[in-house]
């Protein structure tokens, strides 16, 4: 990743594809390419924004260090690691800004996790003028907020040669979002003779711009061997007593030497709120990297393209909201789907049609721990399921039910993209398939994780017969989008008034990925209570469901004259790119007639009716199925996976298919951003669309991965 930026007092929006994420397991940033902290929660991954600049270029609130100076720009992870290193260069000198979130190895337990943002700035060679700005928006930039620079009373100093001004931090208070920062920082020399830089945090005033509250600013002037490491954090609420608060005339006072004093002053403070130390800051930077490392060094994945599998793994491991087990599908949310368009949403939840294929791509890893975490999570939420049997198609990452949408007008969009949302109101959709995710994860559990007792089997058995119970329902399916109870999208409203007769997504159908499911459902709970010899009354009648089910979907949802599985069994037209995940779920097998002409269909352009534009896939064409809320979109990443991975698996019959995924998977590498990281989808163009980083891409990476390597190994293995 390079290029050349000019630094400008208005900065507009920066591309979705330039931005890095880093994590600690309870939330996550997004890190731009020139240095600036674009989205940021606090403390979790639901929780309200604090920087939402990438919704928001006036107002959101950012947190930058920038080059005052025409520099290029290059940013890459440390090797195995989730630490995000932003490097800047001209001809004057390269500086590095060095961006985590602090985890420590599972073994160090003296220390609490530490909730901080930390940004290390340093020049290696030359010299480099930068500015940094801190400029928080409290809750979506809805709420006000003070700023007060003050003595840092937490930091230890080092004994300058000559006396200096007052080592102060910047302290932002929220009442009205029930949130206090703090900004502090640690100035070194990594070089003999060669002084510490100076640093003087100064009040930025943004109300031209929208910001409710001051943020601050400072200009560094950093020559080789010197840095500056600022840590961003909530300030615990507790009165220190004097003595934990140690000073250099103290020491003296006393006749020890510093460093013994800071360490008793320690002793004295909550063990989330250590003296800030240049020692600290090493440490925590070592451990973080090692944990990293150590976790990916776990996996035993051995196949091809196993740097985009790694980088894939270390992205899904940030997606995991450690607390609960559950995997969050993005950690942002309102980014456009298409620019300046309205299918903008929030995905900071956790979906239960995730499931099945985050735990595959966990368990192909070898990542049991968090595979069982995760079945922990999801097992929970089947026993507190609904009075009438049934499950939400999402869940927030602490398992409740309620996630309420609303629209935040105040704020611009990215690159206008309107209106931005925040929560879901798709939490009540009636989706069907997503028992069958839920059953295929529950099976593939059984055949690699943890066993399930039999007060779970009964739980499960429940849900097979709630399937059997609605097989004939109609619902809205894997793409439903969501409209606010009681008002109609204007989309919908819009067509209806223009007497257009397309399919609208938010009226209900016998969707054929539905029924596939729920197929998978019936035809899991089966296979559980055979290979585990489970109890199961009701066999007979399972399996005159899932047999009388399959044969329904043949009948009513094949399109005889042009030869494809339809989206519906009302609309025979609508090709839906769905349905690639048949021979997935072993609903079919890759080389029937059916399912292979299905693909191919698929596989034309949209001019010729498919849905294959440059080896990228559409869900569906939205010329022909309106879902109610409007708009263009990208090409999905997801289903241009789930046919590269098709492809493979009819590569054991046919090998041009096989070559033909290999040749679909190495393209589709090159749309992942100059990180490996992957977003929603992809524009016409190659534009990366949606929210960022998607976590059902990345476990769908990692599937076609997995299985693209079988397959050639298959294919090639001499008889």
């Known amino acids: 990743m390079t290029n050349v930026t000019q630094p400008q007092r208005d900065r507009g929006y920066i591309p979705l594809a330039d931005h890095g994420l880093i994590g600690n397991l309870r939330t996550a940033a997004l890190i731009s390419t020139d240095g600036s902290v674009e989205s940021y929660c606090v403390p979790n991954f639901d929780s309200p924004s604090i920087f939402a600049r990438i919704l928001d270029k006036d107002k959101g609130g950012h947190f930058s260090i920038t080059p005052t100076q025409q520099f290029t720009t290059k940013q890459s992870y440390l090797p195995n690691s989730n630490i995000l290193q932003t490097k800047y260069l001209n001809e004057q000198g390269v500086a590095t800004v060095t961006d985590y979130l602090p985890r420590q190895p599972s073994s160090a337990k003296a220390r609490p996790l530490l909730a901080w943002l930390i940004r290390r700035v340093e020049v290696i060679r030359g010299s480099m003028p930068l500015r940094v700005e801190c400029a928080p928006a409290f809750n979506y930039a809805r709420s006000p907020h003070t700023t007060d620079i003050m003595l840092d009373t937490s930091v230890a100093l ?19 979002a029930n949130l206090t920062l703090d900004l502090r920082y640690i100035a070194e020399s990594t070089l003999d003779n060669v002084p510490e830089p100076e640093v003087q945090l100064n009040l930025l005033y943004l109300s031209d711009k929208g910001h409710k509250g001051p943020g601050v600013w400072s200009h560094l002037e950093l020559k080789e061997g010197q840095a500056v490491t600022f840590v961003l954090r909530t300030p615990p609420d507790v009165q220190l007593p004097r003595e934990a608060h140690p000073t250099h005339e103290t020491a003296e006072e006393m006749g020890i030497p510093y460093e013994k004093l800071i360490a008793g002053a320690s002793t004295l403070r909550p063990p989330g709120d250590p003296i800030l130390t240049k020692t600290l800051l090493r440490d925590l930077l070592d451990q973080t990297n090692s944990y990293w490392n150590a976790w990916i060094g776990r996996s035993t994945y051995t196949g091809s393209w196993k740097e985009a599998v790694n980088r894939s793994a270390l992205a899904l ?29 929030d995905y900071r939840a956790s979906w239960i049609r995730d499931s099945s294929f985050t735990l595959y791509a966990l368990i192909r890893l070898g990542f049991t721990h968090e595979a069982n975490a995760y079945m922990e999570f999801i097992f929970e939420r089947v026993r507190a399921r609904d009075p009438d049997g049934s499950l939400k198609i999402m869940y927030t990452i602490h398992g409740e039910k309620e996630f309420p949408e609303e629209e935040l007008t105040h704020l611009d969009g990215h690159k206008g993209s309107k209106p931005v949302r925040i929560g879901n109101g798709a939490i009540d959709h009636v989706q069907l398939d997503i028992y069958g995710e839920l059953m295929d994860c529950i099976y593939l559990s059984q055949k690699y994780g943890r066993p399930l007792g039999y007060d779970t089997w009964v739980a499960i058995r429940d849900i097979v017969e709630y399937v059997i119970a609605h097989v004939h329902d109609p619902d809205l399916s894997i793409w439903s989008v969501s409209c606010r109870k009681g008002v109609m999208c204007e989309a919908l409203v819009l067509n209806r008034r223009l007497g257009h007769g397309r399919e609208v997504r938010n009226r209900h159908r016998h969707f054929t990925y539905s029924k596939v499911m729920m197929w998978v459902a019936i035809d899991r709970g089966i296979r559980l209570a055979e290979k585990r010899s489970l109890p199961c009354p009701r066999r007979n009648e399972w399996y005159a469901a899932r047999d009388a089910l399959y044969e329904e979907i043949m009948q009513k949802a094949w399109n005889p004259d042009k030869r494809f599985f339809a989206q519906s069994y009302e609309d025979l037209e609508i090709l839906d790119s769905a349905l690639l995940i048949m021979p997935l779920v072993f609903f079919s097998t890759p080389a029937d007639p059916r399912f292979l002409s299905t693909l191919k269909q698929i596989l034309l352009s949209p001019e010729r009716g498919g849905l294959t534009s440059n080896g990228l896939v559409y869900r569906y064409d939205v010329s022909k199925t309106d879902d109610g809320v409007g708009g263009e979109e990208g090409t999905f990443c997801l289903c241009t996976l789930w046919c590269i991975e098709a492809l493979a698996r009819a590569g054991e019959y046919d090998k041009a298919m096989l070559n033909k995924a290999v040749a679909m998977f190495e393209d589709f590498l090159q749309y992942t951003n100059h990180l490996g990281l992957c977003t929603e989808e992809i524009s016409d163009a190659g534009e990366a669309l949606g929210n960022a980083v998607q976590g059902f891409t990345h476990v769908t990476l990692i599937s076609a991965a997995y299985n693209l390597s079988r397959m050639r190994a298959k294919v090639t293995r001499p008889y």
């Open 317 to 345: 491991k940030l997606l995991i909201y450690e607390p609960t087990g559950a995997v969050v599908a993005s950690p942002t949310f309102s980014l456009p789907e298409y620019i300046g368009g309205t299918r903008n949403w």
């Open 158 to 176: 080092s004994l300058p040669p000559v006396p200096r001004e007052a080592h102060n931090k910047a302290l932002f208070s929220s009442p009205e």
